[in-house]
């Protein structure tokens, strides 16, 4: 506690404090993560510091070394109120929940989606002692326009839900939620939801694949990715949820693990029993093509609304090279009516898996891999 006596008694204290904080937290506290004022304790500390560290109270022999100390300290500090005025992804950010510190990384986003932001950031587990001291990488998602917050929660309802009713074989096909909060802009007051997530690596999106191989891929290799695409759907559709964008930015491919995660469930809506659900919210404009008519329409989103995404994902990676028995079912998959479509995403797998048999033969491992 700051007693408030000669400022020069503490000098060496506060410029070792300053010298050992690898963050401004470490000096001031967190930056919490529902915003607000300023912390009184944070303030206090702040003033406590640069009383100590001001040089016109410094002894003359140290007022350089005292000087340099100020000029560390003004700076976390201003870092610390940028952070707790402009949001995440300005500089470093520690954002606190009741369950975990998130260490937000500075450099602005990692990535940008159609309605939001992926921030990369770390938190530690509860072993230390861990590999790689019990570090996680993840991804904060925030919306860039706070009237967005419904679109972010709507993933993070999905993304339990697919969780807790969905296979656990299959929960590798989308991303983890590791935590839904709230951040408070304490300048403006404006709330947004955000969503941590696992961050995923290694992974290229069907529009990424298309760019790189723009004549559009061999239907063999886009076989497993079909594959796959379709378990995911099967069962978040088990677990009561349509996807609702499944456009070719959200399905992430692992090139040589033959692996596939659809993400951005921002999109998804929720179906009861009768396995009809409301209108999917809104649409990706560039990707008006990839969307059956019903979600235009602004009609229930049901199993058969994905399906019809998915195929033309497949259609759209294979530059059109789908061969007879495939492109037969692609016709049936893009009916313009959801009732006439495959509405079972594990049953239509069986019908994929046969048409593939009968244009080349048994299945067989091909590896695949992105140029450069």
Known sequence: MDTGGDPRDGL??????????????????????????LPAAAASAYRRLARR????????LRAAEAADG??????????????????????????VTRERTYHVSRGGPLAS????????????????????????????????????????????????????????RYRAFVPRLVESLRHRDAATGVERR?????????????????????????????????????VALGNAHGAGVVHGAVIPEHVLIHPEQHGLVLVDWCYSVTFASSRTAPHVPAMVPHRRDTYPPEVADRCPAVP???????????????????????????????????????ADAFALLGEVDRALERCFGPRRFRPFSMPG
């Open 194 to 230: 955000g969503n941590v997530l696992d961050r995923l690596t290694g992974f290229h999106s069907l529009a990424e694949v298309r760019r790189a191989r723009p004549e559009g891929i061999d239907p063999r290799d886009a076989a497993w990715m079909w594959r796959r695409l379709l």
């Open 113 to 168: 989606g159609d309605v939001a932001d992926l921030h990369p950031l770390r938190w530690r587990g509860d072993d230390p002692a861990a590999p790689g001291g019990g570090w996680h990488d993840g991804v904060l998602k925030l919306p860039r326009a706070p009237r967005d917050n419904d679109l972010v929660l709507a993933e993070a309802t999905a993304l339990r839900r697919v969780r807790e009713h969905g296979q656990e």
């Open 53 to 60: 560290l001001h040089p016109d109270t410094a002894p003359p």
């Open 304 to 342: 058969a609304t994905d399906v019809y995404m998915a195929t033309r994902c497949v259609e759209f990676v294979t530059g059109g090279r789908l061969p007879g028995p495939l492109l037969a079912l692609a016709r049936g998959c893009t009916l313009p009516s959801p009732e006439r479509r495959p």
């Open 12 to 37: 060496d204290e506060a410029l070792r404090e300053v010298g050992l904080a690898a963050d401004p937290t470490d000096l001031f506290g967190p930056v919490p993560v529902d915003g607000g004022p």
């Open 70 to 95: 100020f000029t560390r300290l003004t700076e976390a500090w201003r870092r610390y109120r940028r952070a707790a005025e402009g949001g995440p992804g300005l500089d470093d950010v520690t954002l």
